[in-house]
């Protein structure tokens, strides 16, 4: 008889929502990649490939007009939601109506708001007539916002949609249909058969929440679970020494970052941003703390893109008597001999937040909260769980509702640098977008903007070199490192191929085996 073969493996963090759009955390994109299905995704060599289409639309292949203003997109016929209904444009008509309900606080509308109309000639056809051109389109649409069953959600324009009964018993489909979710225990799934791309490998699988580096190490270690995702760098040595583990390291297109909240009263002021970013040594924090697994950053832009602009690191080197000078010419000064600087009765006093369990994390907000103490201002910790620190703005999370000064945390970026105005325009505040810094720059934004529009290399270049300099000189973030991820999993684990982008290592699970 056969064994059962089930993964059982852990997360740092419990989604809030299991559907990108409303919580894009590293477990929400996980867990999607086994329900639902997608327009396009990312492979593990950055390259975008259909998921239900049967091809991505281009001019060469007549399924985007020469003025690209219209976009045919054909889907595959033979695929089905794990309760048996076909997925059809009926779908992705409704999942376009949920995400431009303005009830669904979704994080982005990018490429879905500048579509006038939508014509449908067949079940399995969609044509997208937009108001504007948007280079990339065919990739931005319905690639990590999954299509969601029509059947389920009878009037997505509603003035509010019951996503929390959706997610008690999601329909999706991807490889894996939902089986039980324990809050604060564990997700579990099981095979979908009927999968599109042919018989997923494994029986089920089960991820459990585990804030904390060390516990998971320790289940690791005792066989109650068999892999983890974000392994600390702390614990690779001993990683490397457990038998039938295999270790991945992967260079990815994310990294860690701190972001200043342009709202408090102190952070408004540039020359605030720009010394505490001065006084931070990034190589010692990459050396000491990341052991040099990881590469500095000084941008939110890979520098092996052809997009990085290398004058950014001028602005970002290390220069702790900058740092002490521009806070002196801007009237901090430490007027009362207590070792921290203030100006107008206000004293220098900020708190730094990050996800508690972090070790990592929580080492450079020490590091930190003792050499800023030099700069003299004192830094105050105060951390949250991971489903706190990135709720949804409806949950007041932290972010998302502007609970902080400084917060430590990462993203993962898409190889181009289009849709970053979702991080970074005055349009894209929250709950509107992923604006957590909440800067408002006109200038900014309309680059961004320009930049969603350009269709030549050269031009988004140009534009995007100059979005790079402004992010530098006005430091919303403190780009810290590019993270090399670290994960431990089962070396009877089969065609587990972790993805830079994203897209997340679970962008081929249907493939994943194990062997006997």
């Given at each position: 008889?056969?064994?059962?073969?089930?993964?059982?493996?852990?997360?740092?963090?419990?989604?809030?929502?299991?559907?990108?759009?409303?919580?894009?955390?590293?477990?929400?994109?996980?867990?999607?990649?086994?329900?639902?299905?997608?327009?396009?995704?990312?492979?593990?060599?950055?390259?975008?490939?259909?998921?239900?289409?049967?091809?991505?639309?281009?001019?060469?292949?007549?399924?985007?007009?020469?003025?690209?203003?219209?976009?045919?997109?054909?889907?595959?016929?033979?695929?089905?939601?794990?309760?048996?209904?076909?997925?059809?444009?009926?779908?992705?008509?409704?999942?376009?109506?949920?995400?431009?309900?303005?009830?669904?606080?979704?994080?982005?509308?990018?490429?879905?708001?500048?579509?006038?109309?939508?014509?449908?000639?067949?079940?399995?056809?969609?044509?997208?007539?937009?108001?504007?051109?948007?280079?990339?389109?065919?990739?931005?649409?319905?690639?990590?916002?999954?299509?969601?069953?029509?059947?389920?959600?009878?009037?997505?324009?509603?003035?509010?949609?019951?996503?929390?009964?959706?997610?008690?018993?999601?329909?999706?489909?991807?490889?894996?249909?939902?089986?039980?979710?324990?809050s604060g225990s564990h997700i579990s799934f099981t095979r979908h058969a009927q999968?599109?791309?042919?018989?997923?490998?494994?029986?089920?699988?089960?991820?459990?929440?585990?804030?904390?580096?060390?516990?998971?190490?320790?289940?690791?270690?005792?066989?109650?679970?068999?892999?983890?995702?974000?392994?600390?760098?702390?614990?690779?040595?001993?990683?490397?020494?457990?038998?039938?583990?295999?270790?991945?390291?992967?260079?990815?297109?994310?990294?860690?970052?701190?972001?200043?909240?342009?709202?408090?009263?102190?952070?408004?002021?540039?020359?605030?941003?720009?010394?505490?970013?001065?006084?931070?040594?990034?190589?010692?924090?990459?050396?000491?703390?990341?052991?040099?697994?990881?590469?500095?950053?000084?941008?939110?832009?890979?520098?092996?893109?052809?997009?990085?602009?290398?004058?950014?690191?001028?602005?970002?080197?290390?220069?702790?008597?900058?740092?002490?000078?521009?806070?002196?010419?801007?009237?901090?000064?430490?007027?009362?001999?207590?070792?921290?600087?203030?100006?107008?009765?206000?004293?220098?006093?900020?708190?730094?937040?990050?996800?508690?369990?972090?070790?990592?994390?929580?080492?450079i907000e020490q590091v930190l909260q003792y050499q800023l103490r030099d700069l003299?201002?004192?830094?105050?910790?105060?951390?949250?769980?991971?489903?706190?620190?990135?709720?949804?703005?409806?949950?007041?999370?932290?972010?998302?509702?502007?609970?902080?000064?400084?917060?430590?945390?990462?993203?993962?970026?898409?190889?181009?640098?289009?849709?970053?105005?979702?991080?970074?325009?005055?349009?894209?505040?929250?709950?509107?977008?992923?604006?957590?810094?909440?800067?408002?720059?006109?200038?900014?934004?309309?680059?961004?903007?320009?930049?969603?529009?350009?269709?030549?290399?050269?031009?988004?270049?140009?534009?995007?070199?100059?979005?790079?300099?402004?992010?530098?000189?006005?430091?919303?973030?403190?780009?810290?490192?590019?993270?090399?991820?670290?994960?431990?999993?089962?070396?009877?684990?089969?065609?587990?191929?972790?993805?830079?982008?994203?897209?997340?290592?679970?962008?081929?699970?249907?493939?994943?085996?194990?062997?006997?």
């Amino acid at each position: 008889m056969e064994r059962e073969s089930k993964l059982i493996i852990a997360h740092h963090q419990e989604p809030a929502a299991l559907i990108p759009s409303l919580n894009p955390v590293a477990s929400t994109i996980y867990i999607s990649n086994l329900l639902f299905s997608y327009f396009t995704i990312y492979n593990d060599r950055m390259e975008a490939q259909p998921d239900i289409l049967t091809e991505i639309p281009t001019v060469a292949n007549g399924d985007i007009s020469k003025n690209y203003r219209q976009y045919r997109f054909r889907l595959r016929d033979d695929v089905y939601f794990h309760d048996g209904k076909q997925l059809t444009v009926k779908d992705v008509v409704c999942t376009y109506r949920l995400i431009m309900n303005p009830a669904v606080n979704v994080v982005s509308r990018a490429g879905y708001d500048i579509i006038e109309r939508i014509e449908t000639p067949d079940s399995l056809t969609v044509i997208f007539h937009l108001k504007e051109t948007l280079p990339d389109f065919e990739l931005t649409v319905f690639n990590g916002d999954p299509i969601l069953p029509a059947h389920y959600f009878p009037n997505p324009g509603a003035e509010s949609i019951a996503f929390t009964d959706f997610f008690k018993q999601p329909i999706g489909s991807g490889p894996y249909r939902f089986e039980e979710w324990i809050s604060g225990s564990h997700i579990s799934f099981t095979r979908h058969a009927q999968y599109f791309r042919g018989r997923p490998g494994l029986d089920g699988l089960t991820i459990k929440f585990i804030p904390s580096a060390g516990t998971m190490l320790l289940q690791l270690q005792t066989g109650e679970i068999m892999g983890y995702s974000n392994a600390e760098v702390a614990h690779l040595s001993q990683l490397n020494t457990l038998p039938h583990i295999r270790v991945y390291q992967t260079p990815m297109l994310t990294y860690e970052h701190i972001d200043f909240n342009l709202d408090h009263p102190i952070l408004k002021e540039r020359a605030v941003r720009q010394a505490i970013a001065k006084f931070i040594n990034r190589e010692e924090l990459i050396e000491k703390i990341y052991r040099n697994v990881g590469a500095v950053a000084y941008s939110d832009v890979h520098p092996m893109s052809p997009y990085y602009n290398p004058a950014v690191e001028q602005t970002g080197r290390w220069d702790p008597e900058g740092a002490r000078k521009l806070l002196s010419d801007n009237g901090w000064i430490d007027r009362d001999d207590d070792g921290i600087r203030d100006k107008n009765g206000q004293s220098l006093v900020l708190n730094i937040s990050t996800t508690a369990g972090r070790t990592q994390r929580e080492e450079i907000e020490q590091v930190l909260q003792y050499q800023l103490r030099d700069l003299g201002i004192q830094i105050n910790i105060r951390n949250y769980h991971p489903s706190v620190f990135f709720g949804p703005y409806e949950q007041q999370g932290i972010l998302q509702s502007g609970k902080f000064d400084l917060a430590l945390f990462a993203w993962s970026v898409p190889p181009s640098p289009l849709g970053k105005s979702i991080f970074y325009s005055e349009h894209h505040l929250p709950p509107n977008g992923q604006n957590v810094c909440r800067i408002r720059n006109a200038r900014l934004t309309d680059l961004l903007e320009q930049g969603n529009r350009s269709f030549l290399f050269d031009d988004r270049k140009r534009i995007y070199d100059e979005v790079s300099l402004i992010l530098a000189q006005e430091v919303p973030v403190i780009p810290v490192l590019w993270r090399t991820k670290i994960d431990p999993y089962i070396d009877s684990l089969q065609n587990f191929r972790p993805n830079p982008t994203n897209s997340g290592d679970s962008w081929n699970a249907w493939e994943w085996t194990l062997s006997q």
